[in-house]
T-cell receptor, first 110, second 117 residues
């Protein structure tokens, strides 16, 4: 089976840095995705990690440790528009199947 | 490049009625997915198509849900009859990848918000 855990909710201040953690257990691993989802909208792709290490993309970075079953999404220089849910999703080997966590709702305040 | 299109955006029905959702994936994307997202949860895969064949429908409640992807492009998802617990957002996504390739990014449509009364 699979199990993906991430915090339900986080709050942070504009301009700050926030780290959203995700731990997972899976029988077959083919990478980990992070998606952003604003309320009432579709998830949009942020990052993909399949090898250990840090991937940086502008203000957003994503880290993966396969041996620990752990990933985090790091958001720097937070802006009000970053208030959204952040979904961690693990892809199984074989059929491109994505399994999502419940999402972390991030609230950025002035 | 146009994104994934879905319609309708909103639908309200009474329990035991039928409803159908439509999805048009990104041009050239071989793989199409239907997800159900209940409020406060992550999306859950219902069915996955590779061209016009079903790859995975293990979590599709087949007594009431059905889906097809004729001609390997557009897809429809139907619920008949609907139950209260079917109230959710139904998301369609598509990706380039065939299952034999490495992981590929899934791109999501805006979703259909279904309310069952």
């Amino acid at each position: 089976g699979q199990n993906i855990d991430q915090p339900t909710e986080m709050t942070a201040t504009e301009g700050a840095i926030v780290q959203i953690n995700c731990t997972y257990q899976t029988s077959g691993f083919n990478g980990l995705f992070w998606y952003q989802q604003h309320a009432g909208e579709a998830p949009t792709f942020l990052s993909y990690n399949v090898l250990d290490g840090l991937e940086e993309k502008g203000r957003f970075s994503s880290f993966l440790s396969r041996s620990k079953g752990y990933s985090y999404l790091l958001l720097k220089e937070l802006q009000m528009k970053d208030s959204a849910s952040y979904l961690c999703a693990v892809m199984n080997t074989g059929f491109q199947k994505l399994v999502f966590g419940t999402g972390t709702r991030l609230l950025v305040s002035p | 490049e146009a994104g994934v299109a879905q319609s309708p955006r909103y639908k309200i029905i009474e329990k035991r009625q039928s409803v159908a959702f439509w999805c048009n994936p990104i041009s050239g994307h071989a793989t199409l997915y239907w997800y159900q997202q209940i409020l406060g949860q992550g999306p859950k895969l219902l069915i996955q198509f590779q061209n016009n064949g079903v790859v995975d429908d293990s979590q599709l409640p087949k007594d009431r849900f059905s889906a097809e992807r004729l001609k390997g492009v557009d897809s429809t998802l139907k619920i008949q009859p609907a139950k209260l617990e079917d109230s959710a957002v139904y998301l369609c996504a598509s990706s380039l990848a065939a299952p034999s390739r490495g992981a590929d990014t899934q791109y999501f449509g805006p979703g259909t918000r279904l309310t069952v009364l």
